[in-house]
Nanobody
């Protein structure tokens, strides 16, 4: 059974930093595309970042480029999202997801999801 469990969310002031963690069981992070998404109240779930199976390729949505970094430790089966220079508009529930596709940035292309972790950035 595949499970993704996010942690690390919380309340932070604008300009601060947080690191999100996604622990994966039931599949290896080295064999699947891993992504982070977020969903703010009243908005659709949106792509944040993804990392390739090898870890050698990453991609980000424009609004987080230069501030967020996705990485993973295949030995620990864990995916990370380092978030710096946080802004109030980054406030959302952040989800970790896994895809069997070679590359994907749409929610429907990911077939396993975590329960989400809340990130709140105060101004």
């Amino acid at each position: 059974q595949v499970q993704l469990v996010e942690s690390g969310g919380g309340l932070v002031q604008a300009g601060g930093s947080l690191t999100l963690y996604c622990g994966v069981s039931g599949r290896t992070t080295s064999s699947y595309l891993m992504g982070w998404f977020r969903q703010a109240p009243g908005k659709e779930r949106e792509f944040v970042a993804a990392i390739s199976r090898s870890g050698g390729v990453t991609t980000y949505t424009n609004s987080v480029k230069g501030r967020f970094t996705i990485s993973k430790d295949n030995a620990k089966n864990t995916v990370y999202l380092q978030m710096n220079s946080l802004k109030p508009e980054d406030t959302a529930v952040y989800y970790c997801a896994s895809s069997e596709r070679g590359w994907a940035n749409a929610p429907y292309e990911y077939n396993y999801w975590g329960q989400g972790t809340q990130v709140t950035v105060s101004s």
